[in-house]
């Protein structure tokens, strides 16, 4: 097996392992208060791309134009991509606490998200490593 890939099957584990303890927590809701969680989010939903492909595009375009800085541009991109995702993470779990989902709920989404930034934190790291070798 190709070295290149352990990272992104961590990275991939995470978002699965991260995506059954979502699912499984919803099970703790009433169907009132599903719908309460789609109607909450769904405005969201529509502008959490635009960061990422403004990331990526800005990504491509400093590896083109400055090649001699690949590991710099790297990092930053994947510290960016990082921080991305805990803002994210951190608006989510606000709007359930002012929205007064079960605590219950709410722990179980926690557990989620931090699997979630330690499969992507593994994958940055791995990405890294990679690249200096």
């Known amino acids: 097996m190709n070295l290149d890939w352990i990272g992104f099957l961590i990275l991939m584990a995470s978002i699965l392992l991260s995506r059954l303890i979502s699912e ?3 099970k703790l ?4 208060q599903k719908i309460k969680l789609i109607e909450a989010f769904s ?10 492909i ?14 001699l800085y690949q590991l710099s541009i790297i990092s ?15 608006f989510v779990l606000k709007k359930l606490n002012d929205l007064n989902f079960p605590d219950q709920y709410i722990k179980k989404i926690k557990l989620a998200k931090w699997i979630s930034y330690l499969g992507l934190i593994l994958f940055c790291g791995w990405m890294v490593f990679i690249f200096l070798t």
């Open 24 to 26: 499984k927590a919803l």
């Open 76 to 90: 930053a991109t994947l510290t960016l991509f990082i921080f991305f995702f805990v803002v994210r993470g951190k």
């Open 29 to 32: 809701l009433s169907d009132e």
């Open 54 to 67: 403004i990331l990526f595009t800005a990504y491509i375009l400093a590896m083109k134009l400055f090649p």
């Open 43 to 52: 405005h969201t939903r529509k502008y959490n791309m635009l960061p990422l």
